[in-house]
């Protein structure tokens, strides 16, 4: 029997304290709560960018099912955790600034993951860590015609950064170079202020398994970037303990991540200085689902750039398709069930509450089908 180190060791008790902790967490779930606070006006395609003041405040609106146990582990991880940013963070306060003043609150009420996920969203400078979150790339421009695009791991962004450089000269952006340069940034001095913003939103559940699947799963063993290193890392803890199977390894990283949270899997409402707060008021919101070629398409003719949306997405290969999923390197929408089980859909829930809640999205049905149809687990007798 092989020995295990005591570094190991102490990994080892961290692992199963924090399962523990996220067992005791989802004890009383089945509490009915408040309804949800979200946003009135549905998302569409395209948006006008004269709304009133008024319109622009998230509007409160009753739960249309307030029993569905989605909606409740919602509903109460959004009211402990992101609700507090939305009240102390007015839209003249940049976002960074209020997760990095909100992060010096200390307090043992909050859970654990989103106190560590304000952490690493601004982390001190001390820390030597990048402060990724809010890098320049995430909101990319387009000289001509003028257009702004918040873009966001996961929603494709390595295609829209190939959309840019369609209409840019090329030059890197950030002090990056080499292979995971971003070019083709305009530079800011060009940069219209009125140009035309744009975004893409992504269902929460399966972006956080496409970035799994991408970060993790699929390159198991070729590197390091699963975080935390120390648990996922080649030749690590979990390389020596982990079942390789897909629900089981998934459900040991969803309870493990926020140890270190990684740019791939923050809220999308953190990018592009706080997107649930001025996302109402771009021209374009489109969605990264079943349709999102079709919306690409209805973008493409809005800002008259379809020739570059044609070529950089491939949309004639698509066009014809009844179902299609841009992250095709992950294919997350069709692997949700080899993945998902009913913890893990409750654990996750948690961690991305504030968009459901924000951006007024649905709740995907085959998640509500996984929590409906958990079977019991039989108590054994004495």
Not at 102 to 121: H, I, S, V, Y
Not at 200 to 226: G, Q, V
Not at 351 to 364: A, E, G, H, Q, R
Request: hydrophobic share 40%; with cysteine; net charge positive.
């Amino acid at each position: 029997m092989a020995k295990i180190s005591g570094r190991e060791l102490r990994i080892l008790h961290a692992c199963v304290a924090l399962s523990l902790v996220a067992i005791m967490t989802m004890t009383n779930i089945n509490t009915i709560f408040q309804p949800r606070s979200s946003i009135q006006e549905h998302m569409s395609a395209s948006r006008s960018t004269d709304l009133s003041s008024s319109s622009r405040e998230l509007v409160a609106v009753t739960n249309k099912n307030p029993s569905d146990e989605a909606w409740q582990i919602v509903n109460k991880a959004y009211a402990e955790t992101f609700a507090e940013i939305k009240a102390l963070c007015p839209d003249h306060v940049s976002f960074r600034t209020c997760i990095r003043n909100k992060n010096k609150e200390r307090g043992t009420t909050r859970p654990w993951w989103f106190q560590t996920m304000l952490r690493d969203a601004v982390p001190r400078k001390s820390s030597g860590v990048k402060d990724s979150l809010f890098g320049e790339w995430h909101e990319l421009y387009v000289m001509d015609p003028p257009l702004k695009l918040c873009v966001m791991e996961k929603v494709g962004t390595k295609q829209w950064r190939k959309f840019q450089c369609k209409f840019n000269a090329g030059r890197p952006i950030g002090g990056v170079s080499g292979e995971n340069a971003v070019y083709c940034q305009a530079p800011v001095n060009v940069r219209k202020e009125d140009a035309p913003r744009s975004v893409f939103i992504r269902d929460p559940l399966e972006r956080f398994l496409s970035a799994f699947l991408d970060k993790c799963w699929n390159s198991w063993l070729s590197d390091s970037y699963c975080k935390p290193r120390e648990i996922f890392g080649n030749n690590s803890l979990a390389d020596k303990t982990i079942l390789y199977d897909e629900k089981t390894f998934f459900e040991t990283y969803v309870d493990t991540m926020p140890l270190k949270w990684d740019l791939h899997f923050f809220p999308q409402s953190f990018y592009c200085d706080g997107l649930y707060r001025h996302y109402k008021n771009y021209d374009f919101v489109g969605n990264m689902d079943i349709g999102f070629y079709d919306h690409l398409e209805t973008f493409g003719s809005k800002f008259n750039v379809s020739d570059a949306v044609e070529e950089v997405f491939q949309l004639a290969k698509h066009r014809n398709e009844s179902s299609v999923n841009l992250g095709v390197e992950t294919a997350a929408a069709k692997r949700v069930h080899k993945f998902y089980n009913a913890r893990t859909v409750r654990r996750v829930l948690q961690y991305v509450s504030m968009d459901y809640i924000l951006f007024d999205l649905p709740i995907p049905k085959w998640a509500t089908e996984i929590l409906v149809n958990e079977e019991a687990v039989p108590v054994a007798s004495n």
